[in-house]
């Protein structure tokens, strides 16, 4: 092929993936529609496969009631209708793991993760809704989970977690927080991964402010006093802030 032509479709493609990014994006902040959330379960190591194969998409279901329900707090006492979490089947091949340490690294991570979901999912199908990627681990003691990612542009995220059935009820904190992210939702903690006040407080009115009983859930810890913060067990103890709700269009 001539060499415009080649750089004509290349321009073409860009935009026609730009488009359809701002098209989703303006899709999924409309909350006119159930948003669907598809997971992708990965096993990160072969002792992981045996949990793998059993999960259903009932052990997720909880991550949709919460943001339906948390919803109704803020849309004018109106809830989003009930999120579809809908488990894919498994994945094989890995996706890009490394971490991005520059704004430049961050760009082409978030491309090579982009073509990644792209050859591993169905175009159509996940057009306008999320896709998780969770990759299941083996709890090792001297271990702690890589960082997970939920990206705005794409709907896209790589979720780490634990694959025990003890951890199941914080996996899907882990899931709603990275599910979070990709619908625009920033972190809410500091350098040291304390709350940041008030954003990052379930209830920044609370008189006296410690402890709290639940944390926000992209602060991702409970402010149990101004040096501690505690990791949520469960949904049931985080909450949807004023600032993360704003943030995702609600
Ligand atoms: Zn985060």
Known sequence: MRRPWRILILLLVLVLVAAVTVWERLWVRAWTRPLAVAIYPVAMDAASQ??????????????????????????????????????????????????????????????????????????????????????????????????????????????????????????????????????????????TGKPIYPVGFADPYAEPRYPQDKAEIVAGRIAVSEHRAEIPRDLGQTVIGYATAAEIGW
């Open 50 to 191: 045996g949990f793998v194969a059993q999960l259903r998409a009932g052990d997720f279901r909880e991550i949709g009631v919460f943001l339906a329900s948390e919803s109704g707090r803020w849309s004018r006492g109106k809830s989003v209708p009930l999120p579809r979490m809908v488990l894919k089947p498994t994945i094989r091949e890995l996706p890009p793991l490394e971490q991005a340490r520059s704004g430049a690294e961050a760009i082409r991570l978030s491309l090579r993760l982009r073509w990644y979901a792209f050859r591993q999912t169905s175009f159509w199908e996940s057009l306008g809704g999320v896709r998780l990627f969770v990759l299941y681990h083996q709890p090792r003691h001297d271990e702690t989970l890589p960082h997970s990612l939920g990206l705005k542009k794409g709907l896209l995220g790589v979720v780490h977690v634990f694959a025990t059935d003890e951890q199941r009820a914080q996996n899907n904190v882990v899931i709603a927080h990275e599910l979070l992210h990709t619908l625009g939702a920033t972190d809410k903690y500091d350098e």
